[in-house]
C-alpha cells in the first residue's frame, strides 16, 4: 500500500478530522473537522507522461461549512465540528454535499468557474453603476477566460428540527429525500424544501426518566427508497418500511444478539452500543461497529449475526482503565469495500483492520508519520497479550490509546482506503505493479 498524502502541522483542536466521505465516483474525497471545516480532495488525471501518478488526491476546495452558534433559550453553544458529510450523485457539472453539525443540515454546491463576464452596459468592469449620459452604444457582453475558480455555495439549509445532537444523515436512493437522525428522533426532509420535515420515528418517552436507550446511527437501503434501518445503545438494530406506516415506530425486523451470560461484566452494555451500521452496496448485509467488534448480519436472519470479526479483543482486561478515561464511548465508525467481500474499521494507536469475508484472513496495518513516504509499503502490525513480546509485536500495554482511528472511507470500485488519524488524512492504495 501506499501513502499518498498527508497533513502536516502540530494538532490544533479545531483541525481534528471528524468525518471522511468518497463521492458515489471515488474521483472526490471531503473530510470534515472540529472547526467546522470542509476540506475537498480531487483525484488526479492520468497523463501520458507519468502514468503512474494516477490516483493522488489534491486539494480541490475548502470551505466554512458551519460556525459556532448560541442556543440563547437553552443557554447552549452548538458546536459547529462537521458531524457527517454524504454526496449527491453528480448530476451536472457541480457537485452536491451534505453536511451537518449537532443541529444543522446544510446543502452545499461546489462548481468551477474559468470564465468570466465582461463588456455590461449598465456597469463598468469594477462594478460601479455607469451614468446613463455616458453610455451612447449598445455593447454585447463576452465571456473571457479566467483562472480557474472552484466555488462552494451554501445552497440550502435545514435548520430548527432537532432537540438533540444529530449523529448521521442518510441520502435516500431517489435523491429526492434525506434523513437526518439524533438521539431520539429521525426526521425525512425533502432535499427541495427546508422549512418542514416529517418525523418518521420518535422513541422519545413520556417520562424521560424511563429512558432506556439511545439511537446511534441510521441509514437508507441502497436500492429501496423505503426501507432504512436504525441502531440503538442497547446493541439491536431495528429495520423499518416507510410503506407500513408513516410513523415507523413500529420495526419490521429486529435484529440483535443475545448476551452470553458468561461474559456478563460491568461494561457489557457500554460495549454493546453500536458506534455505526452500514448496508452492503448489495443490499442484502448490514455491518455493524460495537466497541470490540464487527458484526455482518444477513438481512433474512434476525436471531444472530453472520459473522463476528473481534477487532482489538485484547481490550477486553482493560475495559475498567478504558472507563475511567472514558475511551470506552469512542464512537467507531466502519466499511464495506466496493464489492463487499472486505470490511475496514479502526483501533487505538492509530491501528486500523481489515477483515477479508471470503478467506477469512484479518490484518492489522498502522497509519504513522513514520511509515508515511509516498509508496512506502505497510508492514502488518501485532498486538501480544502477556508473555514473551516477540520482536516485531507490541505489548497491549504500551498501545497509545489517545491515537484512535475513528473515521474511514473506502473508494467505491477501487482498493483505495482514506484513514483520519487525529488531524492527518492518511490515503493509501493497493500496490500498483
Given at each position: 500500500?501506499?501513502?499518498?498524502?498527508?497533513?502536516?502541522?502540530?494538532?490544533?483542536?479545531?483541525?481534528?478530522?471528524?468525518?471522511?466521505?468518497?463521492?458515489?465516483?471515488?474521483?472526490?474525497?471531503?473530510?470534515?473537522?472540529?472547526?467546522?471545516?470542509?476540506?475537498?480532495?480531487?483525484?488526479?488525471?492520468?497523463s501520458k507522461n507519468q502514468p503512474h501518478r494516477r490516483g493522488e488526491y489534491n486539494v480541490y476546495s475548502t470551505f466554512?461549512?458551519?460556525?459556532?452558534?448560541?442556543?440563547?433559550?437553552?443557554?447552549?453553544?452548538?458546536e459547529e465540528k462537521i458531524n457527517k458529510i454524504r454526496w449527491l450523485p453528480q448530476q451536472n457539472a457541480a457537485y452536491?454535499?451534505?453536511?451537518?453539525?449537532?443541529?444543522?443540515?446544510?446543502?452545499?454546491?461546489?462548481?468551477?468557474?474559468?470564465?468570466?463576464?465582461?463588456?455590461?452596459?449598465?456597469?463598468?468592469?469594477?462594478?460601479?453603476?455607469?451614468?446613463?449620459?455616458?453610455?451612447?452604444?449598445?455593447?454585447?457582453?463576452?465571456?473571457?477566460?479566467?483562472?480557474?475558480?472552484?466555488?462552494?455555495?451554501?445552497?440550502?439549509?435545514?435548520?430548527?428540527?432537532?432537540?438533540?445532537?444529530?449523529?448521521?444523515?442518510?441520502?435516500?436512493?431517489?435523491?429526492?429525500?434525506?434523513?437526518?437522525?439524533?438521539?431520539?428522533?429521525?426526521?425525512?426532509?425533502?432535499?427541495?424544501?427546508?422549512?418542514?420535515?416529517?418525523?418518521?420515528?420518535?422513541?422519545?418517552?413520556?417520562?424521560?426518566?424511563?429512558?432506556?436507550?439511545?439511537?446511534?446511527?441510521?441509514?437508507?437501503?441502497?436500492?429501496?427508497?423505503?426501507?432504512?434501518?436504525?441502531?440503538?445503545?442497547?446493541?439491536?438494530?431495528?429495520?423499518?418500511?416507510?410503506?407500513?406506516?408513516?410513523?415507523?415506530?413500529?420495526?419490521?425486523?429486529?435484529?440483535?444478539?443475545?448476551?452470553?451470560?458468561?461474559?456478563?461484566?460491568?461494561?457489557?452494555?457500554?460495549?454493546?452500543?453500536?458506534?455505526?451500521?452500514?448496508?452492503?452496496?448489495?443490499?442484502?448485509?448490514?455491518?455493524?461497529?460495537?466497541?470490540?467488534?464487527?458484526?455482518?448480519?444477513?438481512?433474512?436472519?434476525?436471531?444472530?449475526?453472520?459473522?463476528?470479526?473481534?477487532?482489538?479483543?485484547?481490550?477486553?482486561?482493560?475495559?475498567?482503565?478504558?472507563?475511567?478515561?472514558?475511551?470506552?464511548?469512542?464512537?467507531?465508525?466502519?466499511?464495506?469495500?466496493?464489492?463487499?467481500?472486505?470490511?475496514?474499521?479502526?483501533?487505538?494507536?492509530?491501528?486500523?483492520?481489515?477483515?477479508?469475508?471470503?478467506?477469512?484472513?484479518?490484518?492489522?496495518?498502522?497509519?504513522?508519520?513514520?511509515?508515511?513516504?509516498?509508496?512506502?509499503?505497510?508492514?502488518?502490525?501485532?498486538?501480544?497479550?502477556?508473555?514473551?513480546?516477540?520482536?516485531?509485536?507490541?505489548?497491549?500495554?504500551?498501545?497509545?490509546?489517545?491515537?484512535?482511528?475513528?473515521?474511514?472511507?473506502?473508494?467505491?470500485?477501487?482498493?483505495?482506503?482514506?484513514?483520519?488519524?487525529?488531524?492527518?488524512?492518511?490515503?493509501?492504495?493497493?500496490k500498483v505493479n
Amino acid at each position: 500500500m501506499h501513502l499518498l498524502e498527508e497533513d502536516q502541522g502540530r494538532c490544533v483542536k479545531a483541525d481534528i478530522i471528524s468525518t471522511v466521505e468518497f463521492n458515489p465516483t471515488g474521483e472526490l474525497l471531503a473530510t470534515g473537522d472540529k472547526g467546522g471545516r470542509v476540506v475537498v480532495f480531487q483525484r488526479e488525471q492520468e497523463s501520458k507522461n507519468q502514468p503512474h501518478r494516477r490516483g493522488e488526491y489534491n486539494v480541490y476546495s475548502t470551505f466554512q461549512s458551519h460556525e459556532p452558534e448560541f442556543d440563547y433559550l437553552k443557554s447552549l453553544e452548538i458546536e459547529e465540528k462537521i458531524n457527517k458529510i454524504r454526496w449527491l450523485p453528480q448530476q451536472n457539472a457541480a457537485y452536491f454535499l451534505l453536511s451537518t453539525n449537532d443541529k444543522t443540515v446544510k446543502l452545499w454546491k461546489i462548481s468551477e468557474r474559468d470564465k468570466r463576464p465582461e463588456g455590461y452596459n449598465l456597469k463598468d468592469e469594477d462594478g460601479r453603476i455607469r451614468d446613463p449620459a455616458t453610455i451612447t452604444a449598445l455593447r454585447v457582453p463576452v465571456l473571457q477566460p479566467m483562472d480557474l475558480m472552484v466555488e462552494a455555495t451554501p445552497r440550502r439549509v435545514f435548520s430548527n428540527a432537532h432537540t438533540y445532537h444529530i449523529n448521521s444523515i442518510s441520502v435516500s436512493n431517489d435523491y429526492e429525500t434525506y434523513m437526518s437522525t439524533d438521539d431520539l428522533r429521525i426526521n425525512l426532509w425533502n432535499l427541495e424544501i427546508t422549512n418542514q420535515s416529517f418525523n418518521i420515528v420518535d422513541i422519545k418517552p413520556a417520562n424521560m426518566e424511563e429512558l432506556t436507550e439511545v439511537i446511534t446511527a441510521a441509514e437508507f437501503h441502497p436500492n429501496q427508497c423505503n426501507t432504512f434501518i436504525y441502531s440503538s445503545s442497547k446493541g439491536s438494530i431495528r429495520l423499518c418500511d416507510m410503506r407500513a406506516s408513516a410513523l415507523c415506530d413500529n420495526h419490521s425486523k429486529f435484529f440483535e444478539e443475545p448476551e452470553d451470560p458468561s461474559n456478563r461484566s460491568f461494561f457489557s452494555e457500554i460495549i454493546s452500543s453500536i458506534s455505526d451500521v452500514k448496508f452492503s452496496h448489495s443490499g442484502r448485509y448490514l455491518m455493524t461497529r460495537d466497541y470490540l467488534t464487527v458484526k455482518v448480519w444477513d438481512l433474512n436472519m434476525e436471531s444472530k449475526p453472520l459473522e463476528t470479526y473481534q477487532v482489538h479483543d485484547y481490550l477486553r482486561s482493560k475495559l475498567c482503565s478504558l472507563y475511567e478515561n472514558d475511551c470506552i464511548f469512542d464512537k467507531f465508525e466502519c466499511v464495506w469495500n466496493g464489492s463487499d467481500s472486505v470490511i475496514m474499521t479502526g483501533s487505538y494507536n492509530n491501528f486500523f483492520r481489515m477483515f477479508d469475508r471470503n478467506t477469512k484472513r484479518d490484518v492489522t496495518l498502522e497509519a504513522s508519520r513514520e511509515n508515511s513516504k509516498p509508496r512506502a509499503i505497510l508492514k502488518p502490525r501485532k498486538v501480544c497479550v502477556g508473555g514473551k513480546r516477540r520482536k516485531d509485536e507490541i505489548s497491549v500495554d504500551s498501545l497509545d490509546f489517545s491515537k484512535k482511528i475513528l473515521h474511514t472511507a473506502w473508494h467505491p470500485s477501487e482498493n483505495i482506503i482514506a484513514v483520519a488519524a487525529t488531524n492527518n488524512l492518511y490515503i493509501f492504495q493497493d500496490k500498483v505493479n
